[in-house]
T-cell receptor
Framework: EPEVTQTPSHQVTQMGQEVILRCVPI?????FYWYRQILGQKVEFLVS????????KSEIFDDQFSVERPDGSNFTLKIRSTKLEDSAMYFC????????FGQGTRLTVV | AQRVTQPEKLLSVFKGAPVELKCNYS??????LFWYVQYSRQRLQLLLR??SRESIKGFTADLNKGETSFHLKKPFAQEEDSAMYYC????????????FGQGTELSVKP
């Protein structure tokens, strides 16, 4: 059964550094999402992407964040200058009729 | 405001006991309601959605629009049901983001 794949599974980065989180959705998915979950808190929507552009974004998704789907397969989330409070699990999801989630990337900012 | 509330952070039951995980929602319009499950160290996966009216792994959930609830029930809990359970809603437009509750950890003791 095809899966949504995220890399890396765990990333540690210094505050102020740029990070890129990668996701490979299932090939027939039309909609793509990033969510995050800070430890002990709920899963929060960050951004949705459809037809090669952002369709919706949350208040969390400020100018430090960007998404790309450069080659029609990889879907990336970039955080330009990481802050301590960006430490969280980041989940990618792809959807045709229902959302399928990746296993998540644990980002630790030190 | 769009919101999903799961009042119980942890629910602990013995094997064979009935289980009810509570979910209430607030949404202006007609949302689609979901239950997602996350087993230990695995990805979020869809358990069931209200429009399909299925029973998955013995779990059922009925949408009560009057009480704005979508409680998850199982008559006889099994140890393998131990996991995090997330209630979520989405607008009926295709590609809509998911709004999650805080999650309830279900622990089924032998």
């Amino acid at each position: 059964e095809p899966e949504v794949t995220q890399t890396p599974s765990h990333q540690v980065t210094q505050m102020g550094q740029e990070v890129i989180l990668r996701c490979v959705p299932i090939s027939n998915h039309l909609y793509f999402y990033w969510y995050r979950q800070i430890l002990g808190q709920k899963v929060e929507f960050l951004v949705s992407f459809y037809n090669n552009e952002i369709s919706e974004k949350s208040e969390i998704f400020d100018d430090q964040f960007s998404v790309e789907r450069p080659d029609g397969s990889n879907f990336t989330l970039k955080i330009r200058s990481t802050k301590l409070e960006d430490s969280a699990m980041y989940f990618c999801a792809g959807q045709k009729t229902e959302a399928f989630f990746g296993q998540g990337t644990r980002l630790t900012v030190v | 405001a769009q919101r999903v509330t799961q009042p119980e952070k942890l629910l602990s039951v013995f094997k064979g006991a009935p289980v009810e995980l509570k979910c209430n929602y607030s949404y202006s319009g007609s949302p689609e309601l979901f239950w997602y499950v996350q087993y230990s160290r695995q990805r979020l996966q869809l358990l069931l959605r209200h429009i399909s009216r299925e029973s998955i792994k013995g779990f059922t959930a009925d949408l009560n629009k009057g009480e704005t609830s979508f409680h998850l029930k199982k008559p006889f809990a099994q140890e393998e049901d131990s996991a995090m359970y997330y209630c979520a809603l989405s607008g009926y437009n295709q590609g809509g983001k998911l709004i999650f509750g805080q999650g309830t950890e279900l622990s089924v003791k032998p």
